[in-house]
């Protein structure tokens, strides 16, 4: 008995939180419909939802948001769509550990591959789609119906597969679910006896068109338990004349009629060329991969043959105006090459010596240290030092001078052996004395290849006339012979 109580009481319990859940009976005018329809919604974040993941608007109002009954703007003209890939979703891995970023890029390429609409990259359209990333788990994703207007956003959550991305995305095309068809009742035999009072109204017919026959298999269609109370009951059974059967009802993937569907929808455009979407990343990664074969080619940084002379020099910083010195005049190892006004003094001269074709050592006159990625780092952002000499990669540079790369000066580019990348300032921008370089790749700025920065060797002396022990036999040396 005690037991008995203890049940009913949960029981009770349970109830409340359910309507604390925050279900509210409301009534509707969809788009199209000729009427308001109840619906039971729910608040998930700042959107009340019907149907399970249809977003109704962000206040409870009779009408949705967005209502029209004009074709012309519910529908997203000549079938191109601007979408949105939000940030949120980038690095972010749902439940299954699968990269969410790369699951929206599946699913909308499967609309450019197989489908007359064209999915671009939001730039700078009025209307378009955000795909976002919720930490709500209480569904997979969320959309509105049709176009909007402005941003729209579909939540997509942790429990995301490629279908989520696909189903609420149809939802922005202007679906709404298969089984919501008006002719559904041909081909499904709908128990809602078997979902929660609050559910019911989630297998209501809906008013649109249908173009293509129905479709049991349909990314649109609900699943055959949907919103059953009981773990292996059918709120969805599929009908074959009069004999009714459990079946498997819903896709992962467009199935034909679903591309079927959204053509005869999206009928423009069916002759143009498919279209290839490319986020800001991909964007992004395709210009790092144009630059480099632009740079090896030549075409973007048109290396020259020229080969420096040896001997002593100042080194201006293209970019600022300023030469390289050692920082505070130290002669010890590991201080850092610094940019500065010139001052005629040796911790601001250099001697440059050639080691094999386009290969030099750089060592700083007054202390006859040599110039060196710091512990032979080859990560950006590493310190350039002077340093004892050392017959490795680190201190081995490559120069080469290069004209007319966007913008940036002709000048030579001083590049470490050991990292493959470039004497630079941290950032392009910076022009104060005393700001130290170091080793680093090409940066963006705006999405776009930043200018190499480029120096000037301007020869002020000889190298000394005798060599004291610099040039080794180590591999790659040469041997000096003494002057
Ligand atoms: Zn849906």
């Known amino acids: 008995m005690q037991q008995l109580l203890f049940t009913a009481g949960l029981l009770l319990l349970q109830l409340a939180a359910s309507s604390q859940n925050g279900y509210i009976r409301q009534s509707f005018k969809l788009p199209f419909s000729q009427g308001e329809k109840d619906y039971y919604v729910r608040l998930a974040g700042t959107d009340y939802v019907l149907n399970g993941d249809i ?3 962000n206040t409870l109002q009779k009408t949705m948001l967005y209502q029209t009954n004009n074709h012309d703007f519910y529908i997203w003209p000549k079938g191109e769509i601007a979408i949105n890939i939000d940030e949120s979703l980038t690095n972010r891995v749902n439940r299954a ?29 009025r209307d378009y789609i955000t795909l976002k990333f919720s930490p709500d788990t209480t569904y997979g994703g969320l959309s509105p119906v049709g176009r909007v207007g402005g941003e729209q956003i579909v939540w997509i959550t942790a429990l995301s597969s490629v279908r989520t991305y696909l189903h609420e995305l149809m939802h922005s095309f202007g679906f709404y679910h298969e089984q919501s068809r008006h002719d559904r009742d041909q081909y499904v035999v709908v128990d809602t006896t078997k979902a929660a009072p609050e559910f019911r109204y989630n297998f209501q017919i809906e008013p649109g068109v249908t173009g293509t026959a129905y479709d049991y298999n349909s990314v649109m269609h609900y699943s055959a338990g949907a919103f059953a109370s009981k773990d292996g009951d059918r709120t969805i059974r599929c009908k074959n004349g009069n004999v009714v059967t459990d079946c498997s009802l819903g896709g992962n993937r ?48 048109k290396m020259t043959n020229q080969q420096l002379e040896e001997g002593m020099y100042k080194i201006k910083l293209n970019q600022t105006g300023k030469y390289l010195a050692i920082e505070g005049v130290s002669k010890d190892n590991g201080a850092r090459l610094v940019q500065w006004d010139y001052v005629d003094q040796a911790n601001h001269k250099f001697y440059i010596r050639k080691i094999a074709d386009g290969i030099y050592v750089i060592s700083a006159v007054h202390s006859g240290r040599y110039i060196n990625a710091a512990g032979q780092g080859t990560a950006d952002g590493t310190p350039v030092i002077q340093w004892d000499y050392a017959a490795q990669d680190n201190v081995r540079w490559k120069l080469y001078y290069k004209t007319g790369n966007q913008g940036s000066a002709s000048g030579w580019v001083i590049q470490n052996k050991n990292s493959g990348t470039n004497l630079s300032l941290p950032s392009f921008s910076g022009s104060n004395n005393g700001e130290a370089l170091v080793i680093r790749k090409q940066g963006y700025s705006d999405g776009a290849p930043e200018a190499i920065q480029t120096f000037s060797f301007e020869k002020i002396g000889n190298l000394p006339l005798r060599e004291q022990g610099l040039y080794d036999n180590s591999p790659g040396m040469l041997k000096k012979v003494k002057q």
Do not use: C, W
Request: no cysteine; net charge positive; aromatic share 8%.
């Open 55 to 57: 977003i109704a608007g």
């Open 97 to 125: 550990g699968v990269n969410m970023r790369k699951q929206a890029l599946e699913a909308i390429g499967e609309f450019n591959r197989l489908t007359n609409l064209r999915l671009v990259s939001h730039t700078n359209q």
């Open 254 to 301: 467009l199935s034909d009629l679903d591309i079927a569907g959204i053509n005869s929808s999206y009928f423009y455009n069916a002759s143009l060329p498919r279209v290839v979407y490319k986020d800001y990343l991909v964007r992004k990664e395709e210009q790092q991969v144009m630059f480099t074969n632009q740079q090896s080619s030549g075409a973007l940084t």
